[in-house]
């Protein structure tokens, strides 16, 4: 399972910088497309920091702590090798987006980003959504599949005796 998750991390990469050269060559020079009035518009953002524009021009502590993050993940995959595709999946989806900005990050110094919701802000990347949906399935994963929460539950029962 730890190269599914491998590959769907490339597969992930791919589709965000392939998306982020036709943003380059076509969506640059045109600053924002509306896509759909009022709702969704494709916007050239160049973005210097992380999550929301925060810890402008920091590129690269923000190249060495997404390298330690996603190393981490792929020896914890394949030295623990916890059960559930769920978990697989979602590192994949974390570790595809995090490739996918720390290319951005390394050729450019900027992350390049190019939705933009009118109900949500920052304008975000392929990339960006990747590790989103990754980090709430992985957030699912253990909540909810690891037993986790009653593995707590009963050692603060415990700690009550």
Avoid: H
């Amino acid at each position: 399972m730890p190269l599914v998750a491998l590959l769907i991390g490339v597969i992930v990469v791919a589709a965000d910088q392939i998306i982020k050269y036709f943003v380059i060559n076509n969506l640059k020079p045109l600053g924002s497309v509306s896509v759909i009035d009022n709702l969704f518009k494709l916007t050239y953002v160049e973005n210097r920091g992380v999550a929301f524009g925060m810890f402008n021009d920091m590129r690269w502590f923000f190249v060495v702590l997404t390298s330690v993050l996603i190393a981490a993940i792929i020896v914890f995959m394949f030295l623990k090798r916890p059960g559930g595709k769920l978990f697989y999946f979602a590192a994949g989806l974390i570790i595809g987006g995090g490739i996918g900005n720390l290319i951005d990050r390394v050729l450019y110094g900027y992350v390049i980003d190019y939705i933009s919701l009118s109900f949500f802000s920052p304008v975000c990347n392929f990339a960006d959504y990747a590790i989103t949906i990754g980090v709430v399935m992985l957030a699912v994963y253990v909540i909810f599949f690891t037993g986790y929460l009653k593995s707590s539950k009963k050692d603060l029962k415990n700690d009550r005796i």
